[in-house]
Nanobody, 122 residues
Framework: VQLQASGGGLVQAGGSLRLSCAAS????????MGWFRQATGKERELIGA????????YYPDSMKGRFTISRDNAKNTVYLQMISLKPEDTAVYYC????????????????WGQGTLVTVSS
C-alpha cells in the first residue's frame, strides 16, 4: 500500500484546511489510518488515528477540538480537517497506516506517506 498526501499549502491564522491521503491497493479498508505532523526542530507528533471502519477515532488530548479525521473506504482516502489554524500548526503533515490502531498510536505505524507542508501565517 502506498500513501499519497495532498492538500497542504499556505493559510492564514484562523483559517481551515483539509488534507487528503489516498492509498493504493485493495486492503485500505482493513487498515487503521493516522495523521502525524512534524514542525521544524521538533519531534513528530500524533494528531489522531482511526480504525479500519472509521467508527472510532483516537485523538491525544492536545489535538482534540480542532482536528477531525475521517475516511472514505470506497475512495481509499483518509482526511484531516483542520480548523482555527494557528501559526504553531505550521508543520509537515504525514499520513500513515497500521495493521492496528495501537501501532499508530504508539508511533510505530507500518508505513508512512510522504508529507505535505502546511504553513499558517499570522
Amino acid at each position: 500500500v502506498q500513501l499519497q498526501a495532498s492538500g497542504g499549502g499556505l493559510v492564514q491564522a484562523g483559517g481551515s484546511l483539509r488534507l487528503s491521503c489516498a492509498a493504493s491497493g485493495r486492503i485500505f479498508s482493513i487498515l487503521a489510518m493516522g495523521w502525524f505532523r512534524q514542525a521544524t526542530g521538533k519531534e513528530r507528533e500524533l494528531i489522531g488515528a482511526t480504525i479500519h471502519s472509521g467508527a472510532s477515532t483516537y485523538y491525544p488530548d492536545s489535538m482534540k477540538g480542532r482536528f477531525t479525521i475521517s475516511r472514505d473506504n470506497a475512495k481509499n482516502t483518509v482526511y484531516l480537517q483542520m480548523i482555527s489554524l494557528k501559526p504553531e500548526d505550521t508543520a509537515v503533515y504525514y499520513c500513515a497506516y497500521g495493521l492496528t490502531l495501537h501501532r499508530i498510536v504508539e508511533g510505530a505505524p507500518d508505513a508512512w506517506g510522504q508529507g505535505t507542508l502546511v504553513t499558517v501565517s499570522s
